[in-house]
């Protein structure tokens, strides 16, 4: 009865690959989130859909795309990918607002060799 | 643009110490706060959260936080730490406004030893 879910766990990919992480949320929630953890822990928000629609695009190069097929549902696209890619992806879902409670998926660990 | 600063970046604490974790944040209004926690190679859970009323909020496993508005300050406390509290702790604000974002400190690497 996962509540927030992603794929890959970990993923290790050579420089210049395209890759995808999904996340997947069944507690019926509006909005969705990704995150990045850099290796000082420190978590940023990268985007946030709400209803499928896109509302928060923070400065991400355009090498990060966001999807979401459906409300339950926001993927991340990367392409060409690069070493400072490296992070910890943690997707997120909140009820309806940005402002309400957000819960946490159990992360990717990106590796980019 | 809010900001969230945690100042404790590591504590080390022996079991049955007590604890106090510091937040403080930067933002012109009102605001929600949260408490979040990461054990090692885990994800984040909610600890506990502020929206309004009582500012001494109660979480999980015996925390407690209490927002001082006057002091912009939401700061964790638990009377005496085990050692499965070794944890990150991550202080977290957004604005009530409907272009906010959630900002995170840098949180602090909790570490009790037996």
């Known amino acids: 009865d996962t509540a927030v879910s992603q794929t890959p766990k970990y993923l290790v990919t050579q420089m210049g690959n395209d890759k995808s992480i999904k996340c997947e949320q069944n507690?019926?929630?509006?909005?969705m989130y990704w995150y990045k953890q850099d290796s000082k822990k420190f978590l940023k928000i990268m985007f946030s859909?709400?209803?499928?629609?896109?509302?928060i695009n923070e400065t991400v190069p355009n090498r990060f795309s966001p999807k979401s097929p459906d409300k339950a549902h926001l993927n991340l696209h990367i392409n060409s990918l690069e070493l400072g890619d490296s992070a910890v992806y943690f997707c997120?879902?909140?009820?309806?607002?940005?402002?309400?409670?957000?819960?946490f998926g159990p992360g990717t660990r990106l590796t980019v060799l | 643009a809010q900001s969230v600063s945690q100042h404790n970046h590591h504590v080390i604490l022996s079991e049955a110490a007590s604890l106090e974790l510091g937040c403080n944040y930067s933002?012109?209004?009102?605001?929600?706060l949260f408490w979040y926690v990461q054990y090692p190679g885990q994800h984040l859970q909610l600890l506990l959260k502020?929206?309004?009323?009582?500012?001494l909020v109660k979480g999980i496993k015996g925390f407690e936080a209490e927002f001082i508005k006057s002091k912009f300050s939401f700061n964790l406390r638990k009377p005496s730490v085990q050692w499965s509290d070794t944890a990150e702790y991550f202080c977290?604000?957004?604005?009530?406004?409907?272009?906010?974002?959630?900002?995170f400190g840098t949180g602090t690497r909790l570490q009790v030893t037996l």
């Open positions: 997120a879902s909140s009820r309806g607002l940005v402002t309400d409670t957000q819960y």
């Open positions: 502020y929206f309004s009323g009582d500012p």
């Open positions: 859909y709400n209803n499928k629609e896109l509302i």
């Open positions: 977290a604000v957004i604005g009530t406004g409907t272009a906010s974002k959630l900002t």
């Open positions: 933002y012109g209004g009102t605001v929600n």
């Open positions: 507690l019926g929630h509006d909005t």
